[in-house]
């Protein structure tokens, strides 16, 4: 199948990307579809963005479902860990 | 049929009469007058996959393109970056897609070796789009292979364009051949009960074939969802398909 659904989000951060320059990303986009690399048929795919570098100023994540919230539940936890004063 | 091939990058005049890029293969030692396939790559893009099936379809005999639908998003691109770019805009209007097809099916019927057939074939989202294709441009023949959301709507939070294309089939130019997997959700088979539905019930000419055992992308040789008894059979029925009507 292909779900299609495709979640966008503001983020302010930077990533390391094409050439192994870094870059500011100011665009996540997410969605479970067909990934291009990863062995499965379906993946969570996030794509880290700068939208005005142009398309290559990306950086691309494939995650089976199971590694998806198993990275959800560590960014949680990794942010519920930090004084709430820094992560407000 | 013969494997001597030549493929090679070029651009023809696209919706808008915007610059398409487009991948064409050609047969070297093919029949002075022949059909011509164009050939729809799904939503993940451009990719690798789409093209070596295109040339598969030069194989057979067919002057074959694979235009990129998303060239607007940039020249150059790796396939993969332009189609992330081209999904986070919410991707392609239906009307552009049918625009860049008509475009794609002139450009093939003004080869040298054109027999002044085309035919249609896309996978997936493509699947869908050839199905666009078939109700909107003069074309021969069209294969749906497992498209999705041809029979509803894609869900409103989805942020994408896609809708249901169900109101233009009473339109369909051209002879349809559908090909799906009995496991997959999207098109589920009552989603191709829909369709066929449609086509029956407005005497359109069509020809499905469901795998049991397969679900959507069993073409894909590369994923794990390949299933080579429907790919086979299924490649066997495009073949006779196109052969009848090109």
Same mark, same amino acid.
Request: aromatic share 8%; net charge negative.
């Given at each position: 199948?292909?779900?299609?659904?495709?979640?966008?989000?503001?983020?302010?951060?930077?990533?390391?990307?094409?050439?192994?320059?870094?870059?500011?990303?100011?665009?996540?986009?997410?969605?479970?579809?067909?990934?291009?690399?990863?062995?499965?048929?379906?993946?969570?795919?996030?794509?880290?963005?700068?939208?005005?570098?142009?398309?290559?100023?990306?950086?691309?994540?494939?995650?089976?479902?199971?590694?998806?919230?198993?990275?959800?539940?560590?960014?949680?936890?990794?942010?519920?860990?930090?004084?709430?004063?820094?992560?407000? | 049929?013969? /494997?001597?091939?030549?493929?090679?990058?070029? +651009?023809?005049?696209?919706?808008?009469?915007?610059?398409?890029?487009?991948?064409? &293969?050609?047969?070297?030692?093919?029949?002075? %007058?022949?059909?011509?396939?164009? &050939?729809?790559?799904?939503?993940?893009?451009?990719?690798?996959? %789409?093209? #070596?099936?295109?040339?598969?379809?030069?194989?057979?005999?067919?002057?074959?393109?694979?235009?990129?639908?998303?060239?607007?998003?940039?020249?150059?691109?790796?396939?993969?970056?332009?189609?992330? #770019?081209?999904?986070?805009?919410? =991707?392609?209007?239906?009307?552009?897609?049918?625009?860049?097809?008509? *475009?794609?099916? +002139?450009?093939?019927?003004?080869?040298?070796?054109?027999?002044?057939?085309?035919?249609?074939?896309?996978?997936?989202?493509?699947?869908? !789009?050839?199905?666009?294709? #078939?109700?909107?441009?003069?074309?021969?023949?069209?294969?749906?292979?497992?498209?999705? $959301? &041809?029979?509803?709507?894609?869900?409103?939070?989805?942020?994408?364009?896609?809708? %249901?294309?169900? /109101?233009?089939?009473?339109?369909?130019?051209?002879?349809?051949? *559908?090909? $799906?997997?009995?496991?997959?959700?999207?098109?589920?088979?009552?989603?191709?009960?829909?369709?066929?539905?449609?086509?029956?019930?407005?005497?359109?000419?069509?020809?499905? !074939?469901?795998?049991? =055992?397969?679900? !959507?992308? $069993?073409?894909? &040789?590369?994923?794990?969802?390949?299933?080579?008894?429907? #790919?086979?059979?299924?490649?066997?029925?495009?073949?006779?398909? $196109?052969?009848?009507?090109?």
């Amino acid at each position: 199948m292909c779900s299609y659904t495709t979640v966008g989000t503001a983020v302010a951060g930077s990533a390391k990307g094409p050439n192994g320059s870094w870059f500011h990303v100011t665009d996540a986009t997410v969605y479970f579809d067909h990934p291009v690399h990863a062995l499965a048929d379906h993946t969570l795919n996030i794509d880290l963005a700068d939208p005005s570098r142009g398309p290559s100023a990306r950086v691309a994540v494939e995650l089976d479902a199971a590694s998806a919230r198993a990275l959800v539940a560590a960014i949680q936890q990794a942010l519920d860990s930090a004084p709430a004063e820094l992560t407000a | 049929m013969g /494997d001597s091939l030549t493929a090679e990058m070029i +651009t023809f005049d696209g919706h808008g009469g915007d610059e398409v890029e487009a991948y064409l &293969v050609r047969p070297t030692d093919g029949q002075p %007058s022949r059909g011509g396939v164009i &050939v729809i790559h799904h939503l993940p893009g451009w990719d690798r996959w %789409s093209k #070596a099936v295109t040339r598969r379809f030069a194989v057979l005999g067919y002057d074959a393109i694979a235009p990129h639908l998303y060239s607007r998003v940039g020249r150059g691109l790796s396939p993969d970056d332009a189609a992330a #770019a081209a999904r986070a805009q919410g =991707g392609v209007p239906d009307e552009q897609v049918a625009g860049d097809m008509a *475009g794609a099916a +002139t450009y093939l019927r003004g080869l040298d070796t054109s027999n002044g057939k085309v035919g249609v074939i896309g996978y997936c989202s493509g699947g869908r !789009h050839a199905v666009l294709t #078939a109700c909107n441009v003069e074309v021969d023949a069209a294969v749906n292979c497992y498209g999705g $959301f &041809v029979t509803r709507d894609v869900p409103p939070e989805s942020g994408m364009w896609m809708t %249901s294309i169900i /109101d233009q089939v009473p339109g369909l130019r051209a002879p349809m051949l *559908g090909l $799906f997997g009995n496991d997959d959700v999207s098109p589920s088979p009552e989603d191709v009960n829909d369709l066929e539905k449609v086509l029956v019930d407005n005497g359109k000419s069509y020809e499905f !074939h469901r795998y049991d =055992g397969a679900a !959507h992308a $069993f073409f894909c &040789v590369d994923r794990p969802a390949y299933r080579p008894e429907a #790919a086979v059979d299924g490649w066997e029925r495009i073949e006779t398909f $196109f052969g009848r009507y090109l």
